[in-house]
């Protein structure tokens, strides 16, 4: 059983930043794609950032865009997600996922910010914004 672990939740001020951290524990074959999904309550889940491993294409929501950063550290099995300039609006909770397919949009390596294009989940990681 793969298990992620994020960690770097909290709650801080609308204005603030945060980075959260996922472990990826490593295995035989690697992933291509890791993801950072959130979820508020009474929400949809919302793909926020992905990270393609092999070449470190990303993909940010709208949402997000200009205010993450997505990045890996390979030496350490973790993708981070940095989020500046925090809104209450970015309060949820926060999962990374990990899948070893490769994906292509328009001729380019991408990860999709689908939550069914991934198999292995992390429990997640609450961040609360303060207005």
């Known amino acids: 059983q793969v298990q992620l672990v994020e960690s770097g939740g909290g709650s801080v001020q609308a204005g603030g930043s945060l980075r959260l951290s996922c472990v990826v524990p490593?295995?035989?074959?690697?992933?291509?794609?890791v993801g950072w999904f959130r979820q508020a309550p009474g929400k949809e889940r919302e793909g926020v950032a992905t990270?393609?491993?092999?070449?470190?294409?990303?993909y940010y929501a709208d949402s997000v865009k200009g205010r993450a950063s997505i990045s890996q550290d390979n030496a350490k099995n973790t993708v981070y997600l940095e989020m500046n300039s925090l809104k209450p609006e970015d309060t949820a909770i926060y999962y990374c996922?990990?899948?070893?397919?490769?994906?292509?949009?328009?001729?380019?390596?991408?990860?999709?910010?689908?939550?069914?294009?991934?198999?292995?989940w992390g429990q997640g990681t609450q961040v609360t914004v303060s207005s």
């Open positions: 990270i393609y491993t092999t070449d470190s294409s990303t």
């Open positions: 490593s295995h035989t074959y690697r992933y291509n794609c």
């Open positions: 996922a990990a899948d070893a397919a490769s994906h292509y949009l328009d001729g380019r390596t991408w990860c999709p910010p689908r939550g069914d294009r991934y198999k292995y």
